[in-house]
């Protein structure tokens, strides 16, 4: 690829999609309703995080350099995990940040299961459905059988990898996936509806891909859009604790760790969807363009959006 390409309540609550991942409401310590510019051992300095008690992966997109010495705005794109378990005070922090618009990546089945976004009063929600390939109905059936042999069989010996890995994949391929992210693209680079909000369930794969992809967009360098998305490993880390031990102390998983590979992302995730990309665009200038129908008057739009 030539240097200048830009580049997921159980049978119960548990049963969530762990793969793009519901997982349970965590307690986070307070902060100030702004978002916090001390990322806590955040290996991306130019974070800020929004902690919240009912959301673990909520943060600005903004602040990182771009190739030509730009800046990412801060205060215009926010990336986050499922908001349906936000409090009265999680939900006073998001008014503070002055959104207007928030774009759920979540199916249906998924909204049902964990509930629909709590939002402040006066936002916008804007329902953009992107599957997941299947990979939350395998996950969900393995913990229902209980049974090691059987979940061992359909997560094990690298498949848990596997599905992730065509999930990234579908991210590209699918028409309709496309459709959705594009739309949240175009959403941005018209200032409709910002500053904007956009959030899956765990916030790491769909939406991870959707701020690679805009960070790489406007001239973000690889390494810096790949930290941000590899940023969703540390701040998920305690919850995905929670939820492997108690996973097994309910006697649903002899060996939680099979689940390991579906709570965390990759590089090899993220590179089966660039590669997807090369392979059906060119790489992602063309996944941009060709993929998401992206004119060159919006690609121009979004930068003057997002840079100072």
């Given at each position: 690829?030539?240097?200048t390409?830009l580049?997921?309540?159980t049978?119960?609550?548990?049963l ?12 986070a310590?307070?902060a100030?309703?702004r978002p ?5 051992a955040?290996?991306?300095s130019t974070?800020?995080r ?22 990412v ?14 409090t009265p005070?999680?939900?006073?922090k ?6 207007r ?15 629909a ?20 109905d395998?996950?969900?059936?393995a913990?229902a ?6 979940q ?6 690298g ?5 992730m890995r ?13 459709r959705?992210f ?7 680079a018209?200032?409709?509806g ?5 959030h ?9 891909w959707?701020?690679?992809?805009l ?10 859009a ?6 969703s490993?540390?701040l ?7 939820t ?8 649903r998983?002899?060996n ?13 995730y ?7 990309a ?17 004119d060159?008057s ?11």
């Amino acid at each position: 690829m030539r240097a200048t390409r830009l580049l997921r309540r159980t049978a119960g609550t548990t049963l969530a999609a762990l793969a793009l991942g519901a997982l349970p409401a965590c307690t986070a310590a307070e902060a100030p309703p702004r978002p916090d510019r001390s990322p806590a051992a955040s290996p991306a300095s130019t974070v800020h995080r929004v902690t919240l008690h009912g959301a673990v992966n909520v943060r600005d997109l903004g602040g990182y350099r771009a190739a030509d010495g730009h800046h990412v705005r801060y205060g215009r794109v926010f990336r986050a995990d499922g908001l349906g378990k936000l409090t009265p005070a999680d939900r006073a922090k998001l008014a503070a940040l002055d959104l207007r618009t928030v774009v759920d990546f979540r199916v249906p089945a998924e909204t049902a299961r964990d509930g629909a976004d709590r939002l402040p009063r006066g936002l916008t929600l804007v329902p953009r459905a992107v599957a997941d390939s299947g990979l939350n109905d395998t996950t969900n059936r393995a913990l229902a059988t209980k049974d090691p042999a059987t979940q061992r069989k359909l997560l094990g010996e690298g498949r848990a990898a596997r599905l992730m890995r065509a999930t990234y994949r579908s991210f590209v391929t699918d028409a309709k996936s496309r459709r959705q992210f594009a739309a949240t693209v175009r959403d941005i680079a018209d200032g409709k509806g910002a500053p904007l909000l956009f959030h899956c369930t765990a916030g790491k794969d769909r939406t991870g891909w959707l701020s690679y992809v805009l960070l790489r967009a406007v001239g973000v360098p690889e390494s810096a859009a790949t930290r941000d998305y590899l940023l969703s490993n540390e701040l998920r880390a305690a919850a995905d604790r929670r939820t492997r031990a108690g996973l097994k102390k309910a006697g649903r998983m002899r060996n939680p760790e099979l689940l390991t590979p579906l709570l965390k992302v990759r590089e090899d995730y993220l590179r089966a969807a660039l590669d997807q990309a090369e392979q059906d665009y060119g790489g992602l200038d063309g996944y941009l363009t060709d993929g998401l129908g992206l004119d060159t008057s919006t690609l121009a739009g979004l930068r003057a959006r997002l840079l100072r």
